[in-house]
């Protein structure tokens, strides 16, 4: 995600820019069909068995933070299910239809360059397809699952203190994003939550949200002018990579470096299973 600083230009300007922008021709492909999608996302999520961390800034390991990632506060997350991967650009084609990325011919990269109502129109149609509830997880539950749940080794980046081993970010990407999965996995089996793009979460922003956040499964301010991205991305330094790092974005804006990944409640699953596991 690019520097907050000139959000507003992205959205005033930028959108006029990208819109007149021819894009590259992108090589034909083998494409997904709904029903593989479907199954490839239920393969792909993983259990996070709920518990309690530190949320926020770690001032004892970490001297990147911002004032918005303070002060650093108990919270208890439910049990959830996430994707191993950001949702890919094959993924949202046979979903959605649609090739709205700027990093071409590259099928197995995370989606970009989708606003916060795209990503939840994905959900609709994939939901309704799918007849499960998917969604965005919430600002604690990336976190959470990003410095590794309940098997949290207490890494500054999502698997490691060594951000190389973990994420694309601006030294290394090429000024691109990459292929899912090319960095190590967290301690949970989960890739891509620090860097190559930025990530949606369901929670709208608020700089000062921390000093008035719910302790069991928070979700945010009601309502504001931004939602929350979470993870880094190819384009920014590692300071954004960090696992407490959060960032904001207008719900109509789309970036480059913006994707997402999906979430399910774990309750839901396990009431349609009916044995609890």
């Not at 949320?55 to 002060?71: A, F, I, R």
């Not at 399910?264 to 699953?269: H, P």
Request: hydrophobic share 30%.
């Amino acid at each position: 995600m690019k520097n907050i600083m000139f959000t507003v230009l992205v959205c005033c300007l930028g959108m006029q820019v990208f819109s007149q922008t021819a894009k590259p021709a992108e090589a034909p492909r083998k494409k997904m069909t709904m029903p593989e999608v479907v199954l490839q996302i239920v393969q792909n999520m993983v259990r996070v068995d709920g518990g309690s961390f530190k949320m926020g800034c770690q001032n004892e390991s970490d001297s990147d933070c911002y004032y918005w990632e303070k002060p650093a506060h108990k919270v208890s997350v439910s049990s959830f299910y996430i994707d191993k991967y950001p949702i890919t650009q094959l993924e949202w084609e046979a979903v959605m239809g649609t090739r709205p990325w700027f990093s071409k011919n590259c099928p197995t990269c995370p989606v970009e360059n989708v606003n916060w109502n795209d990503a939840t129109e994905f959900l609709d149609r994939l939901n309704k397809v799918s007849g499960v509830h998917y969604r965005l997880p919430t600002e604690a539950e990336f976190e959470f699952a990003a410095r590794g749940g309940n098997m949290s080794k207490g890494y500054k980046y999502a698997g490691s203190d060594n951000i190389r081993e973990v994420a694309w970010y601006d030294s290394i990407s090429r000024g691109q994003a990459h292929p899912v999965a090319q960095k190590k996995p967290n301690e949970l089996g989960l890739y891509d939550m620090s860097g190559n793009v930025f990530q949606w979460t369901l929670d709208w922003f608020d700089s000062d949200y921390y000093l008035h956040s719910a302790e069991k499964d928070p979700k945010g301010p009601t309502s504001e002018s931004y939602r929350t991205c979470r993870g880094g991305s190819w384009w920014s330094d590692d300071s954004y990579s960090r696992v407490s790092n959060r960032d904001r974005y207008p719900v109509d804006a789309r970036d480059d470096d913006v994707g997402f990944r999906i979430a399910k409640d774990a309750y839901m699953v396990e009431q349609a299973s009916g044995n609890g596991q």
